[in-house]
């Protein structure tokens, strides 16, 4: 089972590019980020007549997460527990059944700058509510994985320029402590798991030429329970994406589970 997760920047701005990717690779699950869209006018179309079923939690021209998936998706919930009052559309989980049942769970984590500030306040809580999310999924030994667009830059390997980013609410010192609070329940970073050393990145910014330059960070990520992790085979980061035509900023990451 191939599950990947893409930031796309906007579903209008994407809606030749996207659909391009999925007939090239064919993932069977794909976890969206940024789609900056409500429910209603997402054009889930585009993705059912490709075989697609389509959940969505979607936020009128800012944030948006959606779950597209070629097998039946059950139990689907949307927002990250914990905040009642919390309005913004970052979280949406489901379980997916294949060989064995899959909760799959696709976040957009906040951006946090500028920090300190009240953003970054919302980035850090939001981090503890994950937290608590991530300990139960550990806690109920399912096949789980949490992915999508964490907006955290783990180590310095993960920037071409990590001095640049130093005070960046994706690599402050409480936003790496915050990521390696969630991985210490027992999550393997898949990527990480297959593949070592700098020079890999998910994300080039428009600006200053930063794709040319391979001026990149690595900030979308897959956490896999013990149980998920044991069925990984691979894990990549599709890269030329980004050379693509009217590309996102960010490039698809997936995995490949056997399942």
């Not at 500028?114 to 399912?142: H, V």
């Amino acid at each position: 089972m191939k599950i990947a997760t893409f930031n796309i920047n906007g579903i209008k701005a994407r809606a030749e590019a996207l659909p391009r990717w999925l007939d090239e690779t064919q993932p069977d699950i794909v976890l969206l980020q940024e789609i900056k869209s409500v429910d209603e006018n997402f054009p889930r179309e585009m993705f059912e007549e490709r075989g697609y079923n389509v959940e969505t939690h979607g936020q009128k021209s800012f944030n948006g997460v959606a779950i597209l998936s070629k097998l039946p998706l059950e139990d689907v919930s949307r927002g990250l527990p914990g905040d009642d009052e919390d309005e913004q559309a970052r979280w949406i989980e489901a379980t997916v059944i294949g060989k064995q049942a899959l909760r799959i769970c696709g976040l957009y984590l906040p951006n946090g700058n500028p920090a300190p500030g009240p953003k970054y306040d919302y980035k850090l809580a939001w981090m503890e509510r994950l937290y608590r999310r991530a300990r139960d999924l550990m806690a109920s030994e399912e096949v789980a994985l949490m992915a999508g667009d964490y907006n955290i830059i783990p180590q310095a390997e993960d920037a071409a320029r990590p001095d640049a980013w130093r005070e960046d609410a994706l690599f402050r010192p409480e936003s790496r402590a915050a990521f390696r609070k969630i991985l210490n329940l027992g999550f393997t970073e898949a990527f990480r798991a297959r593949t070592q050393g700098p020079g890999h990145y998910s994300f080039w910014d428009y600006q200053a030429g930063a794709w040319n330059k391979n001026d990149g960070i690595r900030i979308d990520h897959f956490l896999l329970t013990p149980q998920a992790a044991d069925l990984m085979r691979d894990c990549q980061i599709d890269s030329a994406v980004r050379g693509h035509e009217k590309p996102s900023d960010h490039v698809p990451v997936w995995v490949d589970l056997d399942l």
